[in-house]
């Protein structure tokens, strides 16, 4: 079954510390893997797209890696800000036939000062 | 530049009753997508349109309909709201397969 999973489900940490989101799937064939970030009341906005062949890439203090060979992708954040508060969503390209988006849950962040 | 603009916010219909959520992007895209937002599941497809004059159901396309009245709108319509469409409704857009969704801000939807 093609699945998205997210871990932590949710985090609290201190201002001006770093973070990493974690994402498994089983989705496969797919084409990309997507970050978004959700604040409460709003759009999802998009971060990173990746490709299979990309291993990382950046957006600022966010970083994205993507492991192909294990489905795995990190999302890390740098310096935390208290806007970074939101939920960080993971998002998978399924190639296959019916070609689809495939959402996971969400890691809800919390930065306190 | 407003990006995707959806109308109304929020709204509270009674069981039964019909409504129409307007979407509206101003980026040129040609696709177009209805989402809802449930607590506890990932985004759902509810419709979308690849291009102007297309559109094709997603995962959860029943008791729904959908207009892409041109490039610009596409619209999601509730014929009988029931209370299991009680949701966050969201319209995204985007140039192209594989580039980036594009989303509003949302419609709380409550139905009673």
């Known amino acids: 079954k093609n699945q998205v999973e997210q871990s932590p489900q949710s985090l609290i940490i201190l201002e001006g510390k770093n973070c990493t989101l974690q994402?498994?799937?089983?989705?496969?064939?797919?084409?990309?893997l997507r970050w978004y970030k959700q604040d409460t009341g709003r759009g999802p906005v998009s971060l990173t797209i990746?490709?299979?062949s990309e291993n990382t890439k950046s957006n600022g203090r966010y970083t994205a890696t993507l492991d192909a060979d294990t489905k795995q992708s990190s999302l890390h954040i740098t310096a935390s800000q208290l806007s970074d508060s939101a939920s960080y969503i993971c998002v998978v390209d399924y190639a296959g036939n019916n070609r689809k988006l495939i959402w996971g849950l969400g890691t809800s962040l919390a930065v306190n000062p | 530049n407003a990006g995707v603009t959806q109308t109304p916010k929020f709204q509270v219909l009674k069981t039964g009753q019909s409504m129409t959520l307007q979407c509206a992007q101003d980026m040129n895209h040609n696709s177009m997508y209805w989402y809802r937002q449930d607590p506890g599941m990932g985004l759902r497809l509810i419709y979308y349109s690849a291009s102007e004059g297309t559109t094709d159901k997603g995962e959860v396309p029943n008791g729904y309909n959908v207009s892409r009245l041109n490039k610009r709108e596409f619209s999601l319509r509730l014929e009988s709201a029931a209370p299991s469409q009680t949701s966050v409704y969201f319209c995204?857009?985007?140039?192209?397969?594989?580039?980036?969704?594009?989303f509003g801000n949302g419609t709380r939807l409550t139905v009673t």
């Open positions: 994402c498994n799937y089983t989705v496969s064939p797919f084409s990309n």
């Open positions: 995204a857009s985007r140039t192209e397969s594989g580039s980036p969704l594009h």
């Open positions: 990746m490709t299979f």
